[in-house]
C-alpha cells in the first residue's frame, strides 16, 4: 500500500471514531435529558437567533463602506459563538443591536441553566467584505478571514 492510500485510510479511519464518539455523546445527553415536554420545546435563542437573521436578510451591498459584522450569542467564557455580516444599506442598525443583544442574554441563561462550558478559544473578529456571490454574481457582504463561520 503507498504512502498516499495509507494516509487516506488513516484520515477516514480518524473520521470515523470522531462521528462515532459524538454519536455516543449525544446518546449519553439524550438518555440523561428529562422526559418532559419543557425539554423538547426549542430554546429561546433559536427564536432570536432566526429574528436577527431576518433583520439582516441579504446583506446586499454597492460599496465597502456598507459592510458590518455581528457577533451572535454568548459562549460560556464571553465572546461570540458565530458571526453575520450585514449590510447597513438593507438592515436598520438600531433594530439589529437589540435583537443581537437579546440573543446574546438569552444564550448566557440557556448556559448557565445547562450548566455549560466551553472551550474558552478567542477567535480573531473575521473580515467582511463587499463581493459579487458565486451563486447568483449579486454583490452582497460576506465574511473573510477570521471568525467562526468565515467564508475563506
Do not use: H
Amino acid at each position: 500500500m503507498n504512502l498516499t492510500l495509507s494516509t487516506s485510510f488513516t484520515r477516514a479511519a480518524v473520521g470515523a471514531a470522531a462521528l462515532l464518539a459524538m454519536a455516543g455523546c449525544a446518546a449519553a445527553i439524550d438518555a440523561a435529558a428529562p422526559s418532559t415536554s419543557a425539554a423538547k420545546t426549542e430554546p429561546r435563542s433559536a427564536a432570536l437567533q432566526a429574528r436577527v437573521v431576518q433583520l439582516i436578510g441579504d446583506a446586499e451591498c454597492s460599496a465597502q463602506e456598507q459592510c458590518r459584522k455581528v457577533g451572535l450569542g454568548a459562549k460560556p467564557c464571553g465572546g461570540a459563538e458565530s458571526w453575520l455580516p450585514w449590510s447597513t444599506k438593507v438592515t436598520d442598525a438600531q433594530a439589529l443591536q437589540e435583537a443581537v443583544l437579546a440573543l446574546a442574554q438569552a444564550r448566557v441563561e440557556e448556559n448557565k441553566a445547562g450548566g455549560l462550558a466551553s472551550d474558552c478559544m478567542r477567535r480573531p473578529d473575521p473580515t467582511v467584505v463587499c463581493r459579487p456571490r458565486a451563486s447568483d454574481g449579486k454583490k452582497t457582504c460576506q465574511l473573510g478571514q477570521g471568525g467562526t463561520d468565515s467564508a475563506i
